[in-house]
């Protein structure tokens, strides 16, 4: 058990741009999850995979945002056109079974959009 | 839409005090229930997980329980430690679906 692993760990880019975040579960999740965090709030959900299945989205997830999980191991999560508010922590998660046990996170990414 | 709220924001203790730590949610219809410790500029670590059948779970000198009726948890830590200092949230579980996290607590354990 390595635990849940992201890269980068920090991603600065300029307005306008793209970015893509990986996430590698812990091998037997097939359970993942992305959150995003911002300073002083609790994490907020955007879309959780059971396996390659994409089970749910976020209404706050605008169509610059798509994450995939090819054939159910790790995840991307790329934003497109990055704007200054996308600025946050973003945070992997997994878990095993039906999204009842405990969640394990990755360090997270921490992006800063100049 | 479930909404969890989190009382006090920051506490600042003295080494060795016993505290508590709370969590309210809106909607009482929840599968479980989980505390998280979060460091600054990392990940959450899940301390305990209460299912809702559950009344309390412990581990160590951490004590969590739960009341689905009222919608309310409590994270009670004895003779805390400087180490303990970090920020501590909650999160909700709902059947087949994401959790929803609290805006967390954020303690200080002073020697």
């Known amino acids: 058990d390595t635990g849940v692993s992201q890269n980068p760990r920090h991603k600065i880019t300029k307005r306008g741009q793209n970015v893509t975040f990986r996430c590698d579960p812990i091998s037997e999740h097939n359970r993942l999850y992305w959150y995003r965090q911002t300073l002083g709030q609790g994490p907020e959900f955007l879309t959780y995979f059971q396996n390659e299945a994409q089970l749910e989205k976020s209404r706050l997830l605008s169509d610059r945002f798509s994450a995939e999980r090819p054939k159910g191991s790790f995840s991307t999560l790329e934003i497109q056109r990055t704007e200054q508010g996308d600025s946050a922590m973003y945070l992997c998660a997994s878990s095993s079974g039906q999204g009842y046990e405990k969640l394990f996170f990755g360090s997270g990414t921490q992006l800063s959009v100049l | 839409k479930q909404e969890v709220t989190q009382i006090p924001a920051a506490l600042s203790v003295p080494e060795g005090e016993n505290l508590v730590l709370n969590c309210s949610f809106t909607?009482?219809?929840?599968?479980?229930l989980q505390w998280f410790r979060q460091d600054p500029g990392k990940g959450l670590t899940s301390l305990l997980l209460?299912?809702?059948?559950?009344r309390e779970q412990t581990s160590g000198r951490l004590n969590a329980s739960l009341d689905k009726s009222s919608g309310r948890s409590t994270l009670y830590i004895a003779a805390s430690q400087p180490g303990d200092s970090a920020t501590y949230l909650c999160?909700?579980?709902?059947?087949?679906?994401?959790?929803?996290f609290g805006p967390g607590t954020r303690l200080s354990v002073l020697p």
């Open positions: 999160a909700v579980g709902h059947y087949g679906q994401n959790f929803v």
């Open positions: 209460i299912q809702s059948s559950q």
């Open positions: 909607d009482s219809a929840i599968y479980n």
